[in-house]
Protein backbone atom coordinates (compact mmCIF):
# COMPACT_ATOMS: atom_id res chain seq x y z
CA UNK A 1 0.00 0.00 0.00
CA UNK A 2 1.03 3.42 -1.07
CA UNK A 3 0.09 7.28 -0.30
CA UNK A 4 -0.49 8.78 -3.70
CA UNK A 5 -1.09 11.86 -4.59
CA UNK A 6 -2.61 12.66 -7.87
CA UNK A 7 -3.19 15.91 -9.92
CA UNK A 8 -6.10 16.28 -11.64
CA UNK A 9 -7.97 18.84 -14.10
CA UNK A 10 -7.14 22.17 -15.24
CA UNK A 11 -6.27 25.28 -13.39
CA UNK A 12 -7.23 29.24 -14.16
CA UNK A 13 -5.29 32.43 -14.15
CA UNK A 14 -7.29 35.12 -14.08
CA UNK A 15 -6.96 38.59 -15.76
CA UNK A 16 -9.18 40.18 -13.88
CA UNK A 17 -11.64 39.91 -11.47
CA UNK A 18 -14.61 37.71 -13.80
CA UNK A 19 -12.07 36.68 -16.87
CA UNK A 20 -9.32 33.78 -17.05
CA UNK A 21 -6.87 31.52 -19.01
CA UNK A 22 -7.65 28.02 -18.77
CA UNK A 23 -7.86 24.39 -21.35
CA UNK A 24 -9.90 21.71 -21.65
CA UNK A 25 -8.72 19.51 -19.27
CA UNK A 26 -11.97 17.81 -17.77
CA UNK A 27 -9.69 16.06 -14.56
CA UNK A 28 -11.42 12.03 -16.08
CA UNK A 29 -8.08 10.79 -16.19
CA UNK A 30 -7.25 11.97 -12.79
CA UNK A 31 -10.68 10.68 -11.42
CA UNK A 32 -9.83 6.95 -13.08
CA UNK A 33 -6.40 7.05 -12.03
CA UNK A 34 -7.82 7.89 -8.16
CA UNK A 35 -10.41 4.64 -8.50
CA UNK A 36 -7.66 2.69 -10.01
CA UNK A 37 -5.54 3.39 -7.35
CA UNK A 38 -7.76 2.94 -4.76
CA UNK A 39 -8.64 -0.25 -6.74
CA UNK A 40 -5.36 -1.64 -5.58
CA UNK A 41 -4.84 -0.79 -2.42
CA UNK A 42 -3.34 2.47 -1.91
CA UNK A 43 -4.39 5.58 -0.04
CA UNK A 44 -5.37 8.63 -2.37
CA UNK A 45 -5.16 12.29 -1.70
CA UNK A 46 -6.04 14.49 -4.83
CA UNK A 47 -5.12 18.33 -5.48
CA UNK A 48 -7.46 19.11 -8.23
CA UNK A 49 -8.35 22.32 -10.16
CA UNK A 50 -12.08 23.68 -10.73
CA UNK A 51 -14.21 20.35 -12.67
CA UNK A 52 -17.57 19.21 -13.39
CA UNK A 53 -16.81 15.49 -12.22
CA UNK A 54 -17.21 13.79 -9.10
CA UNK A 55 -14.13 11.86 -7.55
CA UNK A 56 -14.26 8.64 -5.28
CA UNK A 57 -15.72 8.93 -2.00
CA UNK A 58 -13.05 7.59 -0.51
CA UNK A 59 -10.17 9.79 -1.86
CA UNK A 60 -9.53 13.08 0.26
CA UNK A 61 -9.64 16.07 -2.77
CA UNK A 62 -8.11 19.44 -2.04
CA UNK A 63 -9.72 22.21 -4.69
CA UNK A 64 -7.64 24.88 -5.70
CA UNK A 65 -8.10 27.26 -8.29
CA UNK A 66 -4.55 29.06 -9.56
CA UNK A 67 -1.08 26.78 -10.73
CA UNK A 68 0.71 28.49 -7.59
CA UNK A 69 -2.41 27.11 -5.43
CA UNK A 70 -2.07 23.97 -6.68
CA UNK A 71 1.89 23.84 -6.22
CA UNK A 72 1.25 25.15 -2.70
CA UNK A 73 -0.81 22.50 -2.03
CA UNK A 74 1.50 19.60 -3.21
CA UNK A 75 4.48 21.08 -1.52
CA UNK A 76 2.04 21.00 1.49
CA UNK A 77 1.02 17.37 1.02
CA UNK A 78 3.87 15.33 -1.27
CA UNK A 79 6.37 15.18 1.77
CA UNK A 80 4.13 12.57 3.67
CA UNK A 81 3.37 10.78 0.74
CA UNK A 82 5.16 8.05 -1.44
CA UNK A 83 4.50 8.76 -4.59
CA UNK A 84 3.16 11.65 -7.16
CA UNK A 85 1.00 11.80 -10.62
CA UNK A 86 0.89 14.81 -12.52
CA UNK A 87 -1.88 13.88 -14.49
CA UNK A 88 -3.66 17.61 -13.86
CA UNK A 89 -3.15 20.23 -17.11
CA UNK A 90 -1.81 23.11 -15.09
CA UNK A 91 -2.38 26.69 -16.76
CA UNK A 92 1.24 27.19 -17.89
CA UNK A 93 1.07 30.71 -18.71
CA UNK A 94 -0.50 34.08 -16.60
CA UNK A 95 -1.12 37.10 -16.65
CA UNK A 96 2.14 39.55 -15.65
CA UNK A 97 -0.48 41.43 -13.73
CA UNK A 98 -3.91 41.14 -12.93
CA UNK A 99 -6.71 43.82 -13.12
CA UNK A 100 -8.70 44.36 -10.20
CA UNK A 101 -11.07 45.90 -11.76
CA UNK A 102 -13.25 44.27 -14.67
CA UNK A 103 -10.93 45.14 -17.55
CA UNK A 104 -13.48 47.73 -19.97
CA UNK A 105 -13.40 47.30 -23.74
CA UNK A 106 -11.70 50.12 -25.32
CA UNK A 107 -12.24 49.60 -28.96
CA UNK A 108 -8.00 48.74 -29.14
CA UNK A 109 -6.83 45.33 -29.24
CA UNK A 110 -6.12 44.68 -25.40
CA UNK A 111 -1.90 43.47 -25.51
CA UNK A 112 -1.42 40.71 -22.51
CA UNK A 113 1.67 40.16 -20.94
CA UNK A 114 2.16 36.61 -19.70
CA UNK A 115 4.39 34.59 -17.73
CA UNK A 116 5.33 31.52 -16.76
CA UNK A 117 3.85 29.72 -14.14
CA UNK A 118 5.97 27.32 -11.85
CA UNK A 119 6.10 23.70 -12.76
CA UNK A 120 4.50 21.58 -10.04
CA UNK A 121 5.70 18.49 -10.90
CA UNK A 122 9.26 19.18 -11.66
CA UNK A 123 9.57 21.31 -8.47
CA UNK A 124 7.96 18.42 -6.67
CA UNK A 125 10.70 15.55 -8.40
CA UNK A 126 13.79 18.14 -7.91
CA UNK A 127 12.51 18.03 -4.33
CA UNK A 128 11.70 13.92 -3.96
CA UNK A 129 13.38 11.94 -1.00
CA UNK A 130 15.14 9.22 -2.33
CA UNK A 131 12.08 6.40 -1.55
CA UNK A 132 9.55 8.74 -3.30
CA UNK A 133 8.63 8.73 -7.12
CA UNK A 134 6.86 10.55 -9.54
CA UNK A 135 5.20 9.97 -12.85
CA UNK A 136 4.84 13.16 -15.02
CA UNK A 137 2.50 12.99 -18.56
CA UNK A 138 3.06 14.30 -21.40
CA UNK A 139 0.86 15.52 -23.75
CA UNK A 140 2.77 16.23 -27.32
CA UNK A 141 1.12 16.75 -31.00
CA UNK A 142 3.79 16.00 -32.37
CA UNK A 143 7.15 13.27 -31.70
CA UNK A 144 5.75 12.34 -29.19
CA UNK A 145 7.63 9.60 -27.80
CA UNK A 146 10.80 11.59 -28.47
CA UNK A 147 9.78 14.56 -26.12
CA UNK A 148 7.65 12.62 -23.77
CA UNK A 149 11.34 11.41 -22.61
CA UNK A 150 13.05 14.98 -23.02
CA UNK A 151 10.12 16.02 -20.77
CA UNK A 152 10.83 13.08 -18.67
CA UNK A 153 14.00 13.98 -17.94
CA UNK A 154 14.09 17.66 -17.78
CA UNK A 155 11.28 17.24 -14.89
CA UNK A 156 12.78 14.14 -13.12
CA UNK A 157 10.14 11.83 -13.48
CA UNK A 158 10.63 8.28 -12.75
CA UNK A 159 7.67 7.25 -15.38
CA UNK A 160 6.15 9.22 -18.15
CA UNK A 161 2.63 8.79 -19.70
CA UNK A 162 2.63 9.93 -23.21
CA UNK A 163 -0.29 10.65 -25.01
CA UNK A 164 -1.82 12.50 -27.63
CA UNK A 165 -4.09 15.75 -28.11
CA UNK A 166 -7.41 13.51 -28.10
CA UNK A 167 -6.71 12.74 -24.55
CA UNK A 168 -8.05 15.88 -23.65
CA UNK A 169 -12.28 16.57 -22.66
CA UNK A 170 -11.96 12.73 -23.92
CA UNK A 171 -13.98 9.30 -22.52
CA UNK A 172 -10.79 7.61 -24.42
CA UNK A 173 -6.98 6.83 -24.15
CA UNK A 174 -3.79 5.47 -26.08
CA UNK A 175 -0.65 6.03 -23.79
CA UNK A 176 2.50 4.65 -24.06
CA UNK A 177 4.30 4.60 -20.45
CA UNK A 178 7.90 4.91 -20.44
CA UNK A 179 10.66 4.07 -17.94
CA UNK A 180 13.32 6.60 -17.15
CA UNK A 181 15.61 4.70 -19.09
CA UNK A 182 13.12 5.24 -22.45
CA UNK A 183 12.21 1.78 -22.32
CA UNK A 184 8.52 1.21 -22.72
CA UNK A 185 6.66 -0.16 -20.13
CA UNK A 186 3.81 -0.65 -21.69
CA UNK A 187 1.54 0.35 -24.81
CA UNK A 188 -2.26 1.00 -23.78
CA UNK A 189 -5.67 2.21 -25.05
CA UNK A 190 -8.87 2.08 -24.51
CA UNK A 191 -11.62 3.70 -22.01
CA UNK A 192 -9.77 6.23 -19.83
CA UNK A 193 -10.51 3.38 -16.38
CA UNK A 194 -9.03 0.84 -18.33
CA UNK A 195 -5.96 2.79 -19.00
CA UNK A 196 -5.67 4.32 -15.64
CA UNK A 197 -5.92 0.49 -13.92
CA UNK A 198 -3.01 -0.49 -16.60
CA UNK A 199 -0.78 2.65 -15.51
CA UNK A 200 -1.51 2.13 -11.77
CA UNK A 201 -0.40 -2.11 -12.55
CA UNK A 202 2.70 -0.97 -14.35
CA UNK A 203 3.44 1.70 -11.54
CA UNK A 204 3.20 -1.22 -9.03
CA UNK A 205 5.03 -3.41 -10.77
CA UNK A 206 8.23 -1.31 -11.11
CA UNK A 207 8.09 -0.28 -7.39
CA UNK A 208 8.02 -4.10 -7.06
CA UNK A 209 11.19 -4.50 -9.21
CA UNK A 210 12.58 -1.34 -7.31
CA UNK A 211 12.41 -2.31 -3.95
O1 LIG B 1 2.34 20.75 -19.80
P1 LIG B 1 3.40 19.68 -19.88
O2 LIG B 1 3.32 18.87 -21.13
O3 LIG B 1 4.79 20.19 -19.59
O4 LIG B 1 3.00 18.67 -18.70
C1 LIG B 1 3.80 17.56 -18.42
C2 LIG B 1 3.65 17.15 -16.99
O5 LIG B 1 3.97 18.23 -16.14
C3 LIG B 1 2.25 16.69 -16.58
O6 LIG B 1 2.41 15.62 -15.68
C4 LIG B 1 1.66 17.93 -15.91
O7 LIG B 1 0.74 17.58 -14.88
C5 LIG B 1 2.91 18.55 -15.30
N1 LIG B 1 2.85 20.02 -15.18
C6 LIG B 1 2.92 20.57 -13.91
N2 LIG B 1 2.92 21.94 -13.76
C7 LIG B 1 2.85 22.75 -14.83
C8 LIG B 1 2.79 22.19 -16.14
C9 LIG B 1 2.79 20.82 -16.28
O8 LIG B 1 2.95 19.83 -12.92
N3 LIG B 1 2.85 24.06 -14.67
Redesign the pocket.
Known amino acids: MANILI ?1 SGP ?1 RQYLDPVRYLTNASSGRMGAALASAAIEAGHQVTIVSGPVHLNYPGNARVVFVTT ?1 DE ?2 QAVEELFPSQDGL ?8 YMPRRVSSAKIAKSGEPLQLELI ?9 AHNKKPHQWV ?6 TEDQRFRAIV ?1 MQK ?1 C ?1 DIM ?1 SNGPSAIDSADNEVEILASDGQTIAHVSGSKPAVAASIVESIDRWLEKRG
Not at 85 to 92: E, F, K, L, M
Not at 135 to 140: K, P, R
Open positions: TTTMLIGAAAPCDETPDIVATAVGFALEKKCV
